[in-house]
């Protein structure tokens, strides 16, 4: 089950926001801000690439059991 459209914007949208917020603080912040920052944005990209990942495992897994 692939994620809502709604929360693949929503995670969209949190990922462009962070990413304008690392822009910005990589003149002046600490590296443990940078840090932080660059781990959520990771975060996220986890999510729906994790979610695609499982939709292609199911749809191999679905083709399996019609072939058997």
Excluded: H, W, Y
Excluded at 25 to 44: D, N, V, W, Y
């Amino acid at each position: 089950m692939a994620l809502s459209q709604a929360v693949q914007e929503c995670i969209d949208n949190a990922s462009g926001e962070l990413r304008n917020a690392l822009f910005k603080a990589s003149r002046s912040e600490r590296p443990t801000t940078l840090s932080s920052i660059a781990k959520m944005i990771t975060q996220l990209d986890t999510i729906s690439r994790t979610d695609e990942l499982l939709d292609s495992l199911d749809t191999m897994i679905d083709q399996v059991k019609k072939d058997e």
